[in-house]
Nanobody, 127 residues
Framework: QAPLVESGGGLVQTGGSLRLSCTASGRTFSYYAMGWFRQAPGKEREFVVGISWSGGNTVYADSVKGRFTISRDNAKNTVDLQMSSLKPEDTAVYYC????????????????????WGQGTQVTVSS
């Protein structure tokens, strides 16, 4: 089983909202910076948003700023992604990931800096 499990994906109309959740399976990621990536058909996986292990710092891709909000609950070992004002170009498989090394203060924006991944959840935004 993947160390991270995403849920909450689905089909939504343009302008709608979805909330994705990422739950750790079998281990804790409380001291890891976490990120959400997405991959649309025929495109490379791209960074969406990241959050520091404490939750005090976040980094958003320009394409989602003001529309998406990441949060985490270390007691529950979960990371959530609230997505609003969704657009058709947000359609993709969304992946949750944990960075390579725990306790790192910086938030990486490239996939190779993330070691642990979920299997992804499909988000489809209809026009």
């Amino acid at each position: 089983q993947a160390p991270l499990v995403e849920s909450g994906g689905g089909l939504v109309q343009t302008g709608g909202s979805l909330r994705l959740s990422c739950t750790a399976s079998g281990r804790t990621f409380s001291y890891y910076a976490m990120g959400w990536f997405r991959q649309a058909p025929g495109k490379e996986r791209e960074f969406v948003v990241g959050i520091s292990w404490s939750g005090g710092n976040t980094v958003y891709a320009d394409s989602v700023k003001g529309r998406f909000t990441i949060s985490r609950d270390n007691a529950k070992n979960t990371v959530d992604l609230q997505m609003s004002s969704l657009k058709p170009e947000d359609t993709a498989v969304y992946y949750c990931a944990a960075q390579n090394i725990p306790g790192v203060r910086s938030i990486a924006t490239i996939a190779s800096e993330y070691r642990y991944w979920g299997q992804g959840t499909q988000v489809t935004v209809s026009s």
